[in-house]
């Protein structure tokens, strides 16, 4: 009987994580600032990158842990980071990563030393103080934990810190993914890309990026007779080209939701005020739709282009004198391509708007991150994020958020990887004012410690041993 109970007992707590460590996160706070702010001070602008500053820092601290490591470069300044945490290899490693390089800066810009890492009213502030250094020290707090407290894994635990992620360039994950994929071969990967929402000083929602818009910039080329501004021409070409910049700049192209997006706006719904909820409930209603969305195309430009692939004249350049009729002349279109658009098919559906065929359509981008599926929701690593975030944020709502920006993830997407973006809490007003790339980019320092405090549980809960 003895054994039968214990056999019942061993059956019903297999599925359990095995009791995770003890972590005080109040005693960890002052190793996190120490790590974050160093790597804040070290300049890795982009254009040049010098991420290899950032790489040898973080060698160092993990070396002095037993923590082995491995580079990987094209060039000797720009350095991938590689260390590993091994498990009992029950289940396929869970990747990590975060990018070392930062977009540079004008400093007459800056109130303050935007690489000093300073203090100063509840903030740190500096250049990748949210991208994208929140992610690395994450990640190095991470294997430091996991080593010191020698936590049982199912899975390795992989930590890339990588660098030109903000040149799209071919040192960072497109060197690791074409030349060293084993390295950071994995099932799921974490990194940046989603966040959380803060509220009247507490979480309202958190975002996880599941999927991302593919970047697919173009350039329309009009050409015409040149001659003199005195004598107009039909073939004017800075006439023709404005007129196809106004034609695609009007042109809505087709609503399409996927997964991730019809999930986000029926969970916003959920919470939102009523007349903001009957908006979103109503997108998929046809005597609706039209409406709702001319109002977030007014009102609500990000959620309007979250559901459609969005083409936007950004450039448009002709002409060099006032007197002169130009022969040529060129506008570049922003295009955000949603995961699974044909794009053979939505360019020519392109040029039928703009109704000129002598306008050439050419790219005017090299494609560095490719279209991929989006990340699934009903995994293990996606549902570990909800069950951290109910723990951590009670009455918070998880919304699957598809980016309009673009990540390293895409290429970890196309290689099979599940990638989940999130990030460090933040009001609405710092995202607007004081986010990514802007002059004044800060960071909530306790957003940092739960930031790191929700890595570790996120990837113990997917990577623990159960």
């Not at 003199?228 to 910049?245: C, L, M």
């Amino acid at each position: 009987m003895v054994i039968r109970i214990l056999a019942s007992f061993a059956l019903t707590c297999l599925p359990l994580l095995c009791a995770p460590p003890e972590v005080d996160w109040k005693a960890q706070q002052t190793e996190i600032l120490r790590h974050f702010s160093e790597l804040i001070r070290i300049d890795t602008s982009n254009p040049p990158g010098n991420e290899t500053k950032a790489v040898e820092y973080l060698e160092r601290i993990l070396h002095a842990e037993g923590i082995e490591t491995r580079r990987f470069a094209m060039t000797p300044a720009r350095a991938n980071l590689v260390a590993r945490i091994k498990g009992n290899g029950r289940k396929r490693p869970l990747l990590f990563l975060g990018h070392t390089d930062v977009v540079g800066v004008q400093r007459e810009k800056w109130p303050l030393d935007p690489f000093g890492a300073i203090r100063r009213d509840g903030y740190i502030w500096g250049r990748g103080t949210v991208d994208d250094k929140p992610h690395v020290v994450a990640g190095l707090m991470t294997l430091l934990l996991l080593k010191r407290t020698g936590t049982p894994l199912d899975r390795d635990v992989i930590f890339l810190a990588e660098p030109d992620e903000e040149g799209n360039g071919p040192h960072g994950i497109n060197f690791m993914v074409d030349r060293h994929f084993g390295e950071i071969e994995a099932e799921y990967a974490l990194a940046e890309g989603g966040g959380a929402t803060l509220r009247n000083g507490r979480v309202f929602t958190v975002e996880i990026q599941t999927t991302q818009k593919t970047p697919r910039g173009v350039r329309l080329v009009a050409r015409g007779t040149a001659g003199h501004g005195s004598r107009p021409r039909k073939d004017n070409a800075v006439t023709r080209i404005a007129a196809a910049a106004a034609r695609v700049g009007t042109w809505e192209t087709p609503m399409r939701l996927n997964d991730t997006t019809r999930t986000y706006f029926e969970r916003l719904a959920g919470i939102a005020p009523p007349e903001q909820a009957e908006r979103y409930k109503g997108l998929v209603d046809p005597a609706k739709t039209a409406a709702i969305q001319k109002y977030l195309a007014e009102h609500e430009p990000g959620h309007y282009s979250m559901l459609r692939t969005s083409v936007v004249p950004t450039v448009i350049k002709g002409g060099f004198r006032l007197n002169v009729i130009p022969s040529e002349a060129e506008a570049l279109i922003d295009i955000r391509a949603l995961p699974d658009e044909d794009m053979d098919r939505f360019l020519a559906d392109m040029r039928k708007v703009i109704g000129d065929p002598d306008i050439h359509v050419e790219s005017a981008l090299k494609l560095v991150r490719p279209p991929a599926p989006p990340s699934r929701l009903d995994t293990e690593a996606f549902r570990a994020i909800e069950s951290v975030s109910r723990r951590m944020f009670p009455g918070a709502t998880v919304l699957p958020v598809m980016s309009t920006g673009a990540t390293d993830m895409a290429q970890l997407r196309a290689r099979g990887i599940a990638s989940y973006g999130f990030g460090p809490a933040s009001t609405e007003d710092d995202r607007i004012n004081y986010g990514a790339h802007s002059d004044v980019e800060r960071l909530r320092e306790d957003a940092l410690y739960s930031f790191v405090e929700f890595s570790w549980r996120t990837i113990l809960e997917i990577a623990g041993a159960r």
